[in-house]
């Protein structure tokens, strides 16, 4: 018996492990059924269509999305222009002027003088009794030197007749001076105060140094703007020598020093010659500044003249002060008055119910001027 090829029988039975073909269904030894067996076709997987790929460099890529973006706009535009919601603007021609240089004087300031003044023809004058160069000069307010020299008189003038007609100047006006600039009360103080500059030293102290001045603390603090009594080495300070403590005598009380300046003679000139007139004497001067309440102008007038010792002193608010006539001289010579004007303060009152005064400014100049009581006499310039 030959045996059999494996090619050919490659079943085997798996009850009695018969060979069997490969196409057997049924054993032949022991009658066992085979059931076929289906090959599992093994299915590839179905693939979708891959879309075609564009590979694009970055700024090529950039380029394309502005022109995407600019046929975009340019389709909106035209659409929106086309509805009527668009219009296209109109330009308007910009007219550009070129600015004209124009040059304009400065006005030149020229000092203002006052008014212009005007001559004018002299005045006539007739001499009458008792008429002298002076009383005449006086009267009008000129000089005694003026008349002489229109009239063609003596350098005296001591020939007048009765009935004589004089040509009198008219008076050349003055050009008024500008008011000066006053100083407060205050500000005066400081200015007229005497200070001296001082550089703390090491180991200073305010204290030594008000000590050392003789002025008090708080004069120092105040007058340099201190809030507290802390100085350092190098800190210069003003100290106000008006302000030092009194020192002991008979003075217990320091003296202020004047606030308010001199104030400026006016009226009559100095040295003019007064007669036996009618007209009263006014002595005018010009203002100092704003007084306060208790604060007056002294005007003192008094007689030089060898032994007559009239001496006048009255206070008063204004620029103004008329002479009494108590002061006139009695004798039938001239006599040389000399007066002058101070600010003062009024700082009580005696127990006799008198005010006490306190010179309170600078004394003016003096002036003097000759006074006669009667017309005999000729008339001189002193």
């Known amino acids: 018996m030959t045996p059999e090829s494996n090619t050919s029988l490659p079943k085997t039975c798996p009850t009695c492990g018969t060979r069997l073909s490969e196409n057997a269904t049924r054993c032949l030894v022991c009658g066992r059924t085979f059931t076929t067996s289906t090959k599992k076709v093994s299915e590839s997987p179905v693939q979708s269509p891959k879309l075609p790929e564009l590979k694009v460099s970055l700024p090529a890529a950039i380029g394309l999305i502005v022109v995407i973006l600019g046929l975009g706009a340019a389709l909106i535009f035209v659409i929106l222009q086309s509805t009527g919601r668009v219009t296209t603007p109109t330009e308007t021609p910009t007219v550009t002027t070129t600015p004209t240089l124009t040059l304009t004087p400065s006005p030149t300031l020229e000092p203002t003088l006052g008014p212009t003044a005007t001559l004018e023809p002299p005045l006539e ?12 000069a006086l009267a009008y307010g000129v000089s005694i030197n003026s008349i002489v020299t229109l009239n063609n008189l003596p350098t005296d003038c001591g020939t007048l007749s009765i009935g004589q007609t004089l040509l009198i100047p008219r008076p050349t006006p003055t050009a008024t001076s500008q008011p000066t600039a006053t100083l407060s009360a205050a ?9 001296v500059s001082y550089t703390v030293q090491a180991n200073d102290t305010l204290s030594s140094i008000s000590a050392n001045y003789n002025i008090s603390v708080d004069s120092i603090k105040n007058f340099n703007g201190l809030t507290s009594d802390i100085v350092y080495e190098g800190l210069v300070l003003n100290l106000p020598l008006c302000e030092r403590r009194p020192t ?17 003679l006016l009226l009559p000139a100095d040295g003019v010659v007064i007669s036996n007139v009618n007209e009263s004497i006014a002595l005018q001067w010009s203002s100092v500044g704003t007084l306060r309440e208790n604060e007056f102008y002294a005007v003192t007038v008094e007689d030089v003249t060898a032994g007559s010792g009239k001496k006048v002193v009255e206070y008063t608010t204004e620029t103004k002060f008329i002479v009494p006539t108590s002061l006139r001289p009695l004798d039938n010579t001239y006599h040389i008055f000399r007066w002058y004007v101070v600010a003062v303060r009024q700082t009580g009152t005696t127990s006799e119910g008198q005010a006490e005064y306190t010179v309170y400014g600078t004394v003016s100049a003096f002036r003097v001027f000759a006074w006669s009581g009667t017309t005999s006499t000729v008339t001189q310039t002193p």
Not at 248 to 263: D, I, R, S
């Open 125 to 136: 004058y007739v001499v009458k009794d008792g008429d002298y160069c002076s009383s005449i």
């Open 248 to 264: 002991q005598g008979p003075t217990p009380t320091a003296t202020l020093p004047p606030p308010y300046n001199a104030p400026s």
């Open 187 to 195: 500000e005066a103080t400081e200015q007229a105060c005497g200070t």
